[in-house]
Nanobody
């Protein structure tokens, strides 16, 4: 069982930066593929970025590529999402998720564990 707790969301202006953190419980954190998803009102939950257990392989949605960076610190059981050059369209609830190695990384249904979400609101 893995419990995930996100933090770091809030209000920002276009062009600002925010860093989200996701603290995980459990002794096997380093074995999980970790991901950030986001969901805007009335829309589906979409993948933002993923990182493999060792941190050596990352994936980004086209909409955030070059602006967002996912990273992890397995010693601290924490995954991060650094968001630069924020845009109003980045406004959403951001969720941290953990899944088994080798899963289809962009599909939310494959992730077994989810955090409660943190709101990010970007004004123009």
């Amino acid at each position: 069982q893995v419990q995930l707790v996100e933090s770091g969301g809030g209000l920002a202006q276009a062009g600002d930066s925010l860093r989200l953190s996701c603290a995980a419980s459990g002794r096997t954190f380093g074995s999980y593929t970790m991901a950030w998803f986001r969901q805007a009102p009335g829309k589906e939950r979409d993948v933002v970025a993923t990182v493999t257990g060792g941190g050596d392989n990352t994936y980004y949605a086209d909409s955030v590529k070059g602006r967002f960076t996912i990273s992890r610190d397995n010693a601290k059981n924490t995954v991060y999402l650094k968001m630069n050059s924020l845009k109003p369209e980045d406004t959403a609830v951001y969720y941290c998720a953990a899944g088994a190695p080798g899963i289809p990384r962009s599909l939310a249904s494959w992730y077994a564990y989810w955090g409660q979400g943190t709101q990010v609101t970007v004004s123009s």
